[in-house]
């Protein structure tokens, strides 16, 4: 059965920087894009990054775009999520997920999601 792993969860000063991980595990792991949804308290969850491992492909939302950037790791089947220049707007529960979406930000097509990690952004 395939999990995903997530690490990094925290409270930062607005400004700074951040680095979320997601590892994936189980026998016959074979999704192509793996990517990064959150959700803040009242809020649908949104889509954030994703990164599609048949290639270099990689997909952000405008209100990250410039600011995040999403990396992997193919040995460890694993993707990171570099948030930096954090707003307290990002405060979220930031979600992993991995499948084989017709479209990155399509968050009911993906197979797989990990139990959430909080970020915080506070002074």
């Known amino acids: 059965q395939v999990q995903l792993l997530e690490s990094g969860e925290g409270l930062v000063q607005p400004g700074g920087s951040l680095t979320l991980s997601c590892e994936a595990s189980?026998?016959?792991?074979?999704?192509?894009?793996m990517g990064w949804f959150r959700q803040a308290p009242g809020k649908e969850r949104e889509f954030v990054a994703a990164a599609d491992w048949r290639g270099s492909s990689t997909y952000y939302s405008d209100s990250v775009k410039g600011r995040f950037s999403i990396s992997k790791d193919d040995f460890k089947n694993a993707i990171y999520l570099h948030a930096n220049s954090l707003k307290p707007e990002d405060t979220a529960v930031y979600y992993c997920?991995?499948?084989?979406?017709?479209?990155?930000?399509?968050?009911?097509?993906?197979?797989?999601w990990g139990q959430g990690t909080q970020v915080t952004v506070s002074s």
């Open positions: 997920a991995a499948g084989n979406p017709r479209y990155a930000d399509h968050a009911h097509e993906y197979d797989y």
């Open positions: 189980g026998r016959g792991f074979r999704s192509p894009i």
